[in-house]
């Protein structure tokens, strides 16, 4: 079946009970058994429940994995992952990742021992150098957030897979719609299902996924007994959101690339990062690696902090806050707010300065869009 037609049926079939079209929602705790050791699938919610049964096997055929499972959220999804290492192990991990990834990592690194390295993997012979005998994992984001650099996944997986070690895919910022990890060798994929997947800003959730038999029992066994899994009611509304993935998508690719084309030709604008303008230094590997460029703009505006803040008040629709790949625009500063936790020196490093500003872009109409930036810019 086509990923689209995946999106509408993959998991979901009309109910046992009374045929319901839509999975019902099982807001239950535990299940009764039928006799002694004999229950129906699911004896007790954190170890399996049928709605979020549904979502998983949903998420699985998306990604083409072999294991999902839903947890409460896209840092639960990563808490559970980390599950895996030990004392001592190292990990070296893409240097702009996700300010909450940042934040966790350098907090295993002090409460557990874990070391992590933080590196720019767009140099993945550089990688080669870092990997010694205690490595057990590449942690890849791509695109990065919120510079939007991308990392090969085929080349560095490959080079993981060499010395032994598990590649890790944070596919947040593109959905399955628009890269598929694991054809290109990665053995773990986590989400924010928080963002594009459900889609509606109405859900905070995460998944994890992986693709083979011994990982996928590994990670399954960790769910259950960290107790990471999402509610009933959440996966419903996340197994909705992901019914009109296709679309929604098709409307936010179409949307950013006219608004990044835009803010590329504003004289306030002194760079725009986004993989789908031909001067984006990895526009070629965005060609090759993903379906599309997605929906994430990031620009650094030529000008003082109180021209920054005079655009973050001044639009309309793109409203101030965090999170992203909702149905509807949002604008930030990731200096004072999503990679605030970072630190300054971390966000020196990588290049993430005060004067930039990142959009969410939404699927309202292309023009009201940018009339609004036009607008703000002024
Ligand atoms: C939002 C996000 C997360 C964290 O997800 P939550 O659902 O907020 O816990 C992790 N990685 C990326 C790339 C994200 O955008």
């Known amino acids: 079946m086509s990923f689209q037609t995946d999106t509408i049926h993959a998991g979901v079939a009309p109910d046992k009970a009374y045929g319901a079209i839509m999975t019902p929602i099982y807001q239950s705790s535990t299940f009764v058994f039928e006799d002694i050791g004999k229950h129906r699938g699911f004896d007790y919610t954190r170890s399996g429940n049928p709605t979020r049964q549904a979502l998983e096997d949903s998420l699985a055929s998306l990604e083409g994995g072999s294991f999902a499972a839903a947890v409460t959220s896209g840092m639960a999804a990563i808490t559970t992952v980390l599950h895996l290492f030990t004392t001592g192990d190292e990990i070296i991990c893409t240097d702009d990742c996700y300010g909450g990834t940042a934040r966790l990592l350098k907090t295993i690194q002090e409460h557990f021992g874990i070391k992590v390295h933080f590196e720019d993997l767009r140099n993945h012979e550089r990688l080669e150098s870092l990997i010694n005998s205690r490595t057990r994992a590449v942690w890849i984001e791509t695109p990065s957030n919120p510079l939007l650099n991308l990392v090969d996944i085929e080349a560095v997986s490959t080079c993981a897979k060499k010395h032994g070690l598990l590649s890790i895919v944070d596919n947040t910022f593109l959905s399955p719609y628009l890269q598929q990890p694991f054809r290109l060798g990665a053995d773990i994929v986590v989400h924010s299902t928080t963002k594009y997947l459900n889609g509606h800003s109405d859900v905070i959730g995460g998944a994890l996924l992986s693709c083979n038999p011994e990982l996928d029992q590994k990670l399954k066994y960790l769910v259950n007994t960290l107790g990471t899994c999402a509610q009933p009611f959440d996966c419903w509304l996340v197994l909705r959101g992901i019914k009109t993935l296709v679309p929604r998508m098709k409307e936010h690719l179409y949307n950013a690339q006219g608004v990044a084309e835009f803010l590329a030709g504003h004289p306030k ?47 309309k629709l793109f409203a101030l806050a965090e999170s992203l790949g909702g149905v509807e625009s949002l604008i930030e500063h990731p200096a004072t707010m999503s990679h605030l936790s970072m630190g300054n020196e971390h966000r020196q490093a990588v290049g993430i300065t005060d004067s930039v500003i990142r959009l969410s872009i939404g699927i309202e109409d292309r023009d009201d869009l940018i009339d609004d930036l036009r607008r703000a810019l002024g």
């Open 269 to 315: 604008v002194k760079q725009v990062f986004y993989p789908g303008l031909a001067s984006h230094p990895q526009h070629e590997l965005a060609r090759r690696q993903q379906r599309g460029f997605g929906a994430m703009v990031s620009f650094d505006l030529d000008g003082n902090i109180e021209d920054v803040n005079r655009v973050l008040k001044g639009t």
